[in-house]
């Protein structure tokens, strides 16, 4: 009788248990990562299953081996950079068979490399998706999106509360070539389905949304896109695949700033639009018209980082959670924007739809101006004053500052940027110092 321990196969049983095993791996140098298991050991309770493909893997695993060959060249446990601006072919009929789509390999690097290829393979694997594009920065991925989908003519509807850069783009750039973009309050389902008519072509969102955090009924938003046959996009940058996976709820296509929690390191740009092939096939080819791809070194620094996603991402929402606890209880702060809080409007969505509601807070300083409100900014020690988010260094900032300050006043009123407003996106630093950190500042006058 063999039965899996925490670590490895653990104790199967005497001697002639262990003779009878036998643990088979498979495994081809042209293949992404997989175990088989001719004759697996059987759970108490789980029926026997061969072999175990990457969904049925946790996603901690997903995170290391996802998208990987087992066997690597020169036998190296990590992938080497591939540097290189063109591929040979060794014949005539080399290039034929690649043309006839019989090879699976690279051309050009303006259509990819083999560092993107691995990556992709496990940023889908982590968002159960069937494909990944990766981009050279996650708003490089959206106007690829969109330019690819959209004609003149067609619309699209948003949510208010988004990310002030993909409003501008679909806003100022998109209605240049003649594509009209409509917005309604965030979550209202009704005004989205109303907004909606013949010409629409494809209803998107935040979730969680930034920098107000609202959480979006994922199951009420698919069913309108199906309802009314447009297709649905969901940027889950927030969010991550660790928290929800917007595939699994029937979103057509899942958007990500991979420069944030998925390379979580501060240290690259990058983004990506998860989705099925079928779909992506024409998003693919123009990218490789645009060249919108990132470099090998890149795509190296995002697979390493993937490899400790899981782990960060429990630092990630266990100190999310502790500090706005902290924050929604501390006699200097108006209010606090987080999902996890039973006092947020979008909690019991987040509780249904999300595993973990991540790192991003906002809050409000009481009876604080602008300049008040920078104070408290200025006076922490251990959070960097930048914008971004999702990396190892906390970051700290004023959005009427860092984002909105070439705004008129009446703008931001309208977008809920309010002058006492601030954004922390906590790292991965022990929690206790960031909160004691955040109550010297708040508390200092």
Same mark, same amino acid.
């Given at each position: 009788m063999c039965r899996f321990a925490a670590f490895g196969w653990g104790a199967l049983g005497d001697m002639q248990s262990l003779s009878n095993f036998s643990l088979s791996l498979q495994f081809s140098p042209l293949e992404p990562f997989a175990i088989h298991l001719p004759h697996p050991p059987r759970l108490a309770s789980t029926p026997m299953t061969s072999p175990i =493909? *990457? =969904? *049925?893997? !946790?996603?901690? /695993?997903? &995170?290391?081996?996802? !998208?990987? &060959?087992? *066997?690597?060249? &020169?036998?190296?446990? /990590? #992938? =080497?950079? @591939? @540097?290189s601006s063109t591929? /040979?072919? #060794?014949s005539t009929q080399a290039i034929l068979d690649y043309i006839q789509l019989k090879q699976d390999r690279e051309e050009y690097g303006r259509y990819g490399n083999p560092n993107e290829k691995v990556v992709e393979r496990k940023l889908a694997a982590l968002d159960g998706a069937e494909d990944a594009i990766v981009y050279s920065s996650g708003m490089a991925a959206i106007v690829g999106l969109l330019m690819s989908k959209l004609n003149s003519g067609d619309e699209i509807v948003f949510f208010d509360q988004c990310y002030h850069r993909s409003r501008e783009f679909c806003s100022k750039h998109l209605s240049r070539f003649g594509v009209t973009t409509r917005q309604v309050e965030t979550g209202d389902m009704k005004a989205m389905e109303e907004a909606i008519n013949p010409n629409t072509k494809m209803i998107v969102s935040e979730s969680p949304t930034n920098p107000h955090l609202s959480v979006i009924d994922l199951e009420a938003f698919v069913a309108i896109g199906k309802r009314r046959g447009v297709e649905t996009l969901i940027d889950a940058t927030l969010a991550t695949p660790y928290n929800v996976r917007p595939i699994e709820w029937g979103v057509d296509y899942v958007w990500h700033s991979a420069t944030k929690y998925l390379g979580g390191h501060n240290d690259l740009l990058a983004g990506v639009i998860c989705g099925s092939q079928s779909k992506l096939e024409p998003v693919r080819k123009l990218r490789g018209i645009l060249g919108a791809i990132n470099s090998p070194h890149n795509m190296y620094l995002l697979e390493r980082g993937l490899k400790t996603f899981a782990l960060r991402m429990e630092r990630h929402n266990h100190s999310g959670q502790r500090i706005a606890e902290f924050l929604a209880c501390h006699p200097r702060v108006e209010k606090v924007y987080y999902p996890g809080l039973e006092s947020h409007p979008s909690h019991a969505i987040a509780k249904k739809t999300m595993k973990g509601y991540g790192s991003l807070i906002t809050f409000l300083v009481k009876d604080a101006d602008w300049k008040q409100t920078a104070e408290v900014i200025d006076a922490c020690k251990i959070p960097r004053i930048g914008p971004s988010l999702g990396g190892v260094e906390s970051l700290i900032e004023q959005p009427l500052v860092m984002s909105y300050f070439d705004y008129p006043p009446e703008q931001r009123a309208q977008f809920g940027i309010n002058d006492n407003m601030i954004r922390i996106a906590v790292g991965i630093e022990d929690t206790d110092d960031l909160i004691e950190d955040l109550r010297q500042a708040l508390e200092k006058r």
């Open positions: =493909s *990457q =969904s *049925q893997l !946790g996603i901690g /695993t997903q &995170s290391v081996h996802a !998208g990987e &060959s087992r *066997q690597k060249p &020169s036998n190296a446990i /990590t #992938d =080497s950079i @591939c @540097c591929y /040979t072919f #060794d």
